[in-house]
């Protein structure tokens, strides 16, 4: 076997001595590394966090903008329904004014009439259960979004509760310490006050620790990221550990090949840390960029809600203006139909009136002319048989022009009544969805301020840990 020569031995281990630092300056150096991604990861599972969050409150609001479309599209139903029967009422009028002119047409069309008012009362009856049908919905609902409410109060008091009483058991044993401290230092008992002073941690530890277990809940990625830098750790002692050993060998031994074989494992070993450092700055940058898309995801929520509110009180002014025009249209229809049937009925009695007269005269004349007996009686007759059915005929028209105006009397009360109920019907509609919108946006904020709060609780533990972290490190370190 070749051996290399000691001069030679001694210039490679010189070269090795100065070139390359200790093995406890390399392993500082790697924890040092190490701090800076461990944080940032921290970091971007609180944004996924929030993420999660952010998705959950954006299906709720896609749910009930889902709702409000539908809710419109059936008011936007229910009007084209009316609208109809408006264009139908009308028609039937314009039929009524046409048709007057003989007794028992009219008497046929009024019947006509009255059996399309009482189709008009069942459809005005299905659309008073379709809207009952609808606001039993609405109010199915409400119940539930009261029920989710309720059960996020509950648990939310829950939570607050047992963190208050975690806080008021830490605040009592540091009080218990502080007030022990203060005694024993009055008695200069420094041996059995240590001990005590012990104990008293010890238990201050296990109240910290019942604390961090609870929220540890919210951070298992993070401990197990911490587990595996652990490992790394641990890897890195056990290889601290067999360098002492062989420096102790060297002392003992000349070889170099075992050394440098040790050398090459640990040279691959720091590789495979270092590329696992890479993927996880590799992670650290999707995570931001889904950072990124989320912000932007948010921003466009907002100017969507934005737009949903100008397009509400644009649709309510609509609406409003809508409804009062149809107010003055039907009170200047109803008061031109009623004028129009009045001057009708007035010149049929009018024309009435000149053909019995007519029928007189000439009944008068030939009387004049006729001196019989017979034919006086006879046209007596006719007369007295033609001034009964003037008189029936008066009493009829007389009957009809009531009736005409009883209906259109129930006719006016009945379209302003509706105009009433719907006009009424539209504005507390359009009151529970501002209410249901306001509460939305209660429920964001309120959202957002718990996020808020929850950052800071997992900021301050984070840096509860990074402190217990660099303790054992410095410790080591002075070691």
């Avoid at 020569?5 to 010189?14: C, D, G, P, T, V």
């Avoid at 059996?115 to 299905?126: A, H």
């Avoid at 003992?252 to 890479?278: A, F, P």
Wanted: proline content about 1%; some cysteine; overall charge neutral.
């Amino acid at each position: 076997m070749y051996k290399p020569s000691r001069s030679l031995r001694q210039s490679q281990e010189k070269l090795y001595t100065h070139s390359k630092p200790s093995p406890q300056a390399r392993a500082i150096s790697f924890v040092t590394t190490m701090e800076d991604p461990i944080r940032q990861i921290s970091r971007e599972l609180d944004k996924d966090l929030q993420k999660q969050k952010l998705k959950v409150y954006e299906a709720e609001l896609l749910e009930t903008k889902e709702q409000q479309s539908s809710i419109f599209i059936e008011l936007n139903e229910q009007k084209l329904k009316n609208k109809q029967q408006q264009q139908l009422i009308e028609n039937l009028e314009f039929k009524v004014q046409i048709e007057k002119k003989d007794s028992l047409i009219y008497q046929q069309q009024v019947q006509r009439l009255e059996e399309q008012y009482n189709y008009l009362q069942d459809n005005n009856n299905t659309q008073k259960q379709q809207i009952i049908v609808l606001q039993e919905a609405i109010e199915q609902i409400q119940k539930k979004n009261n029920l989710e409410k309720e059960i996020r109060n509950e648990k939310e008091l829950q939570q607050e509760k047992e963190i208050k009483f975690l806080q008021n058991e830490i605040k009592r044993f540091q009080e218990e310490i502080s007030k022990q401290r203060d005694l024993i230092l009055q008695n200069n008992q420094q041996q059995n006050a240590n001990e005590f002073i012990q104990i008293l941690e010890n238990k201050f530890e296990v109240v910290q620790k019942e604390f961090i277990f609870y929220k540890k809940e919210k951070e298992q990625e993070i401990e197990k990221l911490q587990q595996q830098i652990e490992s790394n750790r641990n890897q890195i002692q056990i290889l601290n550990q067999e360098n002492k050993q062989l420096l102790e060998k060297q002392s003992i031994s000349s070889t170099t090949e075992e050394h440098q074989q040790q050398i090459k494992s640990l040279k691959i070993e720091l590789e495979s840390q270092i590329q696992i450092v890479k993927q996880l700055n590799q992670q650290i940058v999707i995570l931001q960029q889904q950072m990124n898309q989320t912000n932007v995801i948010c921003q466009n929520l907002k100017e969507e809600k934005q737009s949903a509110i100008k397009e509400k009180q644009a649709i309510e002014t609509y609406y409003l203006d809508q409804l009062q025009k149809q107010d003055v249209q039907l009170s200047q229809m109803i008061k031109s139909s009623v004028q129009n049937e009045q001057k009708a009925q007035i010149q049929k009695l009018q024309i009435i009136i000149e053909q019995k007269d007519l029928m007189i005269r000439e009944l008068s004349m030939q009387k004049d002319c006729n001196c019989n007996k017979q034919m006086k009686n006879e046209q007596k007759l006719i007369i007295r048989d033609l001034e009964k059915k003037n008189a029936t005929l008066v009493m009829e028209v007389e009957r009809l022009n009531k009736i005409l105006k009883q209906k259109l009397t129930e006719l006016e009360n009945q379209t302003s009544r509706s105009c009433e109920e719907n006009h009424k019907k539209y504005l507390e509609e359009i009151e529970i969805w501002k209410n249901k919108f306001l509460s939305i946006n209660k429920q964001y904020h309120i959202s957002q301020e718990q996020l808020m709060v929850v950052k800071t609780e997992l900021d301050g533990l984070k840096k509860t840990k990074q402190k217990e972290n660099i303790d054992p490190i410095l410790n080591n370190k002075i070691v």
